[in-house]
């Protein structure tokens, strides 16, 4: 059955210090994993995917096939970066609409 | 625009009654999807539809039910409400290209249900 783990409920940083979520799937075949996030009171939105390889706020996150996870790193957090981070996953023959997600992680983010 | 709207913002029923969730989408969107969110847990994926027609269904019982209008917008039900519905429904739209979606989903604030 496919999975989405993110074993850290909450993790807390230093400002300035680097960050690291972690997320772990299980999926038989090559999905699409994705990071949401849910600043406060603030909707759910798109961080980034594993496709773009891009960064988008100074944080990265790279797909390793062989360990089935897809970590989201920042190296120097910002207090702006506290929220609720969401790691997603889609499988090749799900609809396009569909996303399975994780149960997130809090960051929280001190001076 | 104003985003993905959903209405209600806040409702609370009795158990075994029926609720009417609504969502419209990006202006533009053809694609909507409905999640229920529990307390402490992510979006689990109900439904999706795309041009009036269901595309996926997630793993929930008859209960729910959903359908799209030619406008796009959305309606969730749940009917024989259970203590167990009592959840942040959200609602997300998306892009298509012709006939290629976009990967992104854009989501609305949600409605709080409560089930008593």
């Known amino acids: 059955a496919q999975r989405v783990t993110q074993p850290e409920k909450l993790l807390s940083v230093f400002k300035g210090a680097p960050v690291e979520l972690k997320c772990n799937y299980s999926?038989?075949?090559?999905?699409?994993l994705f990071w949401y996030v849910q600043y406060s009171r603030q909707r759910l939105q798109l961080l980034l995917r594993h496709i773009s390889r891009e960064s988008i706020k100074g944080f990265t996150a790279d797909l390793n096939k062989g360990e089935t996870s897809f970590h989201l790193k920042k190296p120097f957090a910002q207090e702006e970066d506290s929220a609720m981070y969401y790691c997603?996953?889609?499988?090749?023959?799900?609809?396009?609409?569909?996303?399975?997600f994780g149960a997130g992680t809090q960051v929280v983010v001190t001076p | 625009d104003a985003g993905v709207t959903q209405s209600p913002t806040h409702l609370i029923k009795t158990r075994g009654q029926h609720v009417t969730l609504r969502c419209s989408p990006i202006s533009g969107h053809k694609s909507v999807s409905w999640y229920q969110q529990v307390l402490g847990q992510g979006p689990q994926f109900i439904f999706q539809?795309?041009?009036?027609?269901?595309?996926g269904r997630g793993n929930f019982p008859d209960r729910f039910s959903a359908r799209q209008f030619p406008n796009y917008s959305s309606e969730l039900n749940v009917n024989a409400l259970l203590l167990g519905d009592s959840a942040l429904y959200l609602c997300a739209s998306s892009a298509t290209s012709g006939t290629r979606p976009r990967y992104e989903q854009y989501f609305g604030p949600g409605t709080r249900l409560t089930v008593t």
């Open positions: 997603a996953l889609r499988g090749p023959t799900d609809s396009w609409g569909k996303l399975q």
């Open positions: 999926y038989s075949g090559s999905p699409e």
């Open positions: 539809y795309y041009e009036k027609e269901e595309r």
